[in-house]
């Protein structure tokens, strides 16, 4: 019954179905019942009129009206009808559509009425109230909160207020049989979490008698929501792990010892070494490791991936780096070849830009074995780019690379090598346990020694005089600066006008010869902006003047200051990103937040967040409160944060019983055949044609 299409309910009809089709996706009895109300209004009490104060917000009274008049002139005519209980009286208004009012109303008959409390002219009144009839059934008020849904102009124009839709869903399940609705979470679990019966759940999530009700429904269904969500996730990774097979780490050898204890520039932190044991464990049970590492910007990521390469050099194996943009793979080619230096280990960088013999030389190296370690863009994912043996495969910024683009690494050998995916984009925990939960996750939270935390301040309009100054003395002391701009989504043409106007003033506080200043921004052509960005990285320029493009990855150790222009348009994690660009010398260093003189309520909260700490995690818990988890990089097109009612930040000890539950069910019965999970295996199956979760990873 709860497949058959919308219009077969009564009261629907084919005009209203297609309506509710394209409104609001209710295709099925099933959607429907899926369709929860978002809040409640009590009508289970009635008030006497002598008590209201009209600090109320909603009343209920019982009573007669006793007297009806038109009142004002053309336009402000209204209908004032006097309503008189056992202990007062109050006026009922209706503006619109008085005339109809005043023809279905009867004086001296009961009616149960409902609606705002409003004060005018120093008069309570309550304007445009509900009034229902008074029979048997509701003379002490309705049996039930009454539940109010969500609905859109278009469907109220043809009838389907947020009422008509509640009374829907009470013909559906007046027709419904509990039974219909069939249980598919294990009883143990029920019992443990003293959860209702799903049948129960959706009746009382509908038709509450009482708050306690309500809640309690709720409850249940988002404990299954996150439930199912984690049943999934958690057989995705047993699937893998069963299944896949991955080469053997046995040894640490001479090189990673070498390395280890002669040419370590600094001691690694505690979390880079829990870090790399994991991946040795990993590495050793004959699977393929699938590890997500965060860390915040600087915490050392790049030294956990060298010596996880180092591992893999020393069973035998070659390694590869793969980062997003050309600038960056630098960057990671330039670090590691110094690093490795003093050793016999072979580096190479291969991006788009090498071409002719030099990118030939390195084909062969890689086929024959003679490199060990390729650095390069997606550049490492060309048919032409064959390894000898490649074991173990790192990919920075992940969330920059599609599935798809990932997946051909695993085609680079004979069987897949193991993948170590790094971030610094910190994504809260109960995010990377519902949207990587099929991956390990580790995190590096502590920061290298020597590193000062960033000195982060709020600057307005009227304070830029102080703040070019303060950058005028910090390039006299040989340090360099970025200035950022935003991005203006759907608007190039403004963005480009907006970063022109900027980079005018900025010369006209930096006069050259003085100061020089490079500027780059998505509309110059790649050579262009990768001359400029190199301009800056090797000291020639003094301040840089961009667009977000200089959000991921560039490292110069020497600017010692960040100015973010209209700091009001940016998200927390986008903030916290452009904050790293500075901070990764010796030197203090230092982030101005410029934003004009008034600030919305909220821009003043992410303020706040980015001048209190420098903490990664606390700012992607803070930024998911505020903008929800669908805006946090790449899980709105994953698809996999469409919960009806759980909220995985305000649900947080839900989601943490669910995944324990989730895990414990699995461990025991992994292929779902015991009789107590017949139920979850039933419903898993009957789901499976809606799933997307193949495409998660």
């Keep these: 019954m709860l497949s058959n299409p919308i219009e077969y309910l009564k009261g629907v009809g084919p005009q209203k179905g297609e309506l509710l089709r394209k409104e609001i996706q209710i295709y099925t009895f099933g959607d429907l019942l899926q369709y929860f109300p978002f809040r409640y209004v009590d009508r289970t009490r009635i008030d006497k009129i002598a008590d209201l104060n009209g600090y109320e917000d909603f009343v209920q009274i019982r009573g007669r009206i006793i007297n009806m008049v038109v009142m004002g002139e053309n336009r402000s005519k209204r209908l004032v009808a006097t309503f ?27 009616y149960l009425v409902f609606g705002r409390i409003s004060v005018f002219n120093g008069v309570t009144q309550l304007a445009h109230p509900e009034m229902d009839l008074l029979t048997e059934e509701i003379a002490s008020g309705k049996q039930f909160l009454e539940p109010v849904y969500y609905t859109t102009e278009k469907l109220k124009a043809r009838g389907l207020t947020a009422k008509a839709i509640g ?8 027709q419904l049989s509990p039974l219909e609705i069939r249980e598919n979470i294990p009883l143990e679990v029920l019992q443990q979490y003293r959860l209702m019966p799903r049948a129960m759940a959706y009746f009382k999530i509908h038709l509450p008698t009482g708050e306690e009700d309500s809640r309690q429904a709720q409850r249940r269904l988002k404990f299954e929501e996150l439930f199912i969500a984690q049943i999934r996730i958690c057989r995705l990774k047993l699937k893998r792990q069963q299944q896949s097979h991955g080469f053997v780490f046995s040894t640490v050898g001479n090189t990673f010892n070498d390395f280890y204890n002669n040419h ?25 490791m699938n590890r997500l590492v965060q860390g915040d910007v600087g915490s050392g990521k790049t030294m956990v991936a060298l010596l996880a390469m180092l591992l893999a050099k020393d069973n035998g194996f070659q390694a590869c780096l793969m980062a997003p943009t050309e600038i960056l793979s630098q960057q990671h080619y330039k670090s590691i070849a110094e690093l490795l230096e003093p050793t016999d280990v072979k580096v190479a960088l291969l991006t788009g830009s090498i071409k002719g013999k030099a990118r030939k030389k390195i084909l062969e190296g890689v086929i024959n074995g003679e490199i060990d370690i390729l650095v390069g863009t997606h550049a490492l994912l060309e048919n032409e780019v064959a390894f000898k043996n490649l074991g173990l495969a790192i990919v920075d910024e992940q969330h920059r690379f599609g599935v798809a683009q990932r997946a051909r690494l695993w ?18 925990r109960t995010l990377a346990m519902t949207i990587y939960g099929d991956l390990d996750v580790s995190v590096i939270d502590e920061m290298p020694p020597g590193r000062k935390p960033i000195t982060t301040v709020h600057r307005t309009e009227w304070q830029r005089p102080q703040v070019m100054n303060f950058i005028k003395d910090e390039v006299a002391k040989g340090r360099q600066a970025y200035i950022v701009y935003p991005l203006i989504e759907d608007s190039e043409k403004l963005d480009y006008e907006n970063l022109m106007k900027g980079y005018e003033e900025v010369k006209a506080f930096f006069p050259e010869p003085k100061f020089y200043i490079s500027m780059v921004h998505g509309r110059q052509p790649a050579d262009q ?6 301009r800056f990285v090797t000291g020639d320029t003094h301040i840089m003047v961009a667009t977000t493009v200089i959000e991921v990855g560039v490292n110069v150790p020497n600017a010692s200051v960040m100015v973010i222009e209209s700091t009001e348009r940016f998200g927390l994690s986008q903030l916290h990103q452009l904050r790293g660009r500075v ?49 946090i990089e790449g899980t709105r097109q994953s698809g996999i944060l469409d919960f009806k009612l759980a909220d995985i930040v305000a649900d947080r000890p839900i989601l943490d019983a669910a995944r324990t539950s ?7 019965d992994p292929d779902l055949l015991l009789p107590e999970n017949q139920g979850l295996k039933d419903f898993l199956a009957s789901q499976r044609s809606k799933s997307l979760w193949s495409k998660i990873s």
């Design 84 to 110: 008189k209980d056992e202990s007062g009286t109050i006026d009922l208004v209706w503006f619109q559509g008085w005339q109809w009012m005043q023809k279905s109303l009867r004086e001296n008959v009961a």
């Design 167 to 174: 009374k829907l869903t009470r013909n559906l399940l007046e």
């Design 264 to 288: 370590l520039p600094f001691s690694l932190t505690g979390a880079q070494k829990r870090v790399l044991k994991e991946i040795r464990t990993d590495t050793v049970h004959g699977r393929q």
């Design 411 to 428: 085609e680079k050998n004979t069987i897949p090598p193991h993948i170590l995916v790094m971030t610094a984009t910190p994504i809260p």
């Design 529 to 534: 902006r990768q001359t400029n960005m190199q």
């Design 583 to 631: 901070g990764r010398g010796a030197e203090q260093s230092f982030c101005v937040l410029m934003t004009g003189n008034k600030v919305s309520k909220d821009s003043k909260e992410r303020i706040n967040v980015m001048v209190q700490t420098n903490d990664g995690f606390i700012i992607s818990e803070k930024d998911m409160e505020l903008r929800g988890p669908g805006d």
């Design 662 to 668: 989730a895990e414990k069910i699995l461990e025991n």
